[in-house]
């Protein structure tokens, strides 16, 4: 079974600030996907980034950055410079090769204060 | 643009009514959708999974003759929740996977139901 588990629930900053949302994974199989997904309240989902077990390669698009570490099971997001819009909730979620439906975490809700 | 639409967005019924969600792919084949369920404040709970011209497989604690899914055709599957009860509100997402120029996973734009 998978798991996926974003331990902070809520996380408030002041704009401008860097803030990084926590996320750790459990699969026992060797090949599977990571997903960044943001829902503003709105409740569209946004798809922000798709990582494959085998790229470890760190991303940065924009204000963004993501970094993949399997030693530790975890795939940790990054927002520099934090906006007011950035304001939502952040799923982070998992997909194996056997099981293409995406196991979602709990979502951390940011709050970007002015 | 949105390259799979759900519609409806937003329903609000009485207690004991179907209500029907449709999920279609926009330009792509979809030979996978995939129901979600949302509950405020929670994250997205998979509910089924249909792939087209067969039954949908739906996960444990689901109720298949409650939420019956339709997968006819490539680019369309419905969600009809039936005799629906305060208890079935929640958020209901679809997902659509296919093929073309290498795998599309998208997600609908979600269909909030009040059921009164």
């Known amino acids: 079974a998978q798991k996926v588990t974003q331990a902070q629930t809520e996380i408030s900053v002041v704009e401008k600030e860097d803030v990084t949302l926590d996320c750790v994974y459990e699969?026992?199989?060797?090949?599977?996907?990571l997903f960044w997904y943001k829902q503003p309240p709105s409740g569209e989902l946004v798809f922000l980034i798709r990582?494959?077990?085998?790229?470890?390669q760190n991303e940065i698009s924009g204000r963004y950055s993501w970094n993949f570490q399997k030693s530790t099971s975890s795939f940790n997001f990054t927002i520099t410079a934090s906006q007011v819009v950035d304001s939502a909730v952040y799923f982070c979620?998992?997909?194996?090769?056997?099981?293409?439906?995406?196991?979602f975490g709990s979502g951390t809700r940011l709050q970007v204060q002015p | 643009g949105a390259v799979v639409s759900q519609h409806p967005s937003r329903v609000i019924c009485k207690s004991g009514t179907s209500v029907k969600i449709e999920c279609r792919s926009l330009?792509?084949?979809?030979?996978?959708m995939f129901w979600y369920r949302q509950f405020p404040k929670q994250s997205l709970m998979l509910m089924a999974t249909?792939?087209?011209?067969?039954?949908?497989t739906y996960e444990q604690g689901v109720e298949k003759d409650k939420f019956l899914i339709n997968h006819a055709s490539l680019t369309l599957s419905t969600l009809t929740v039936t005799s629906a009860h305060p208890e079935d509100s929640s958020f209901y997402i679809c997902?659509?996977?296919?093929w073309g120029g290498g795998e599309k996973l998208f997600f609908g734009s979600g269909t909030q139901l009040s059921v009164l």
């Open positions: 249909s792939n087209e011209g067969s039954k949908a």
């Open positions: 699969t026992r199989d060797t090949t599977y996907y």
């Open positions: 330009d792509f084949q979809a030979t996978t």
């Open positions: 997902s659509a996977r296919g």
């Open positions: 979620a998992l997909s194996v090769t056997g099981r293409r439906a995406l196991t």
């Open positions: 990582r494959n077990s085998f790229d470890e």
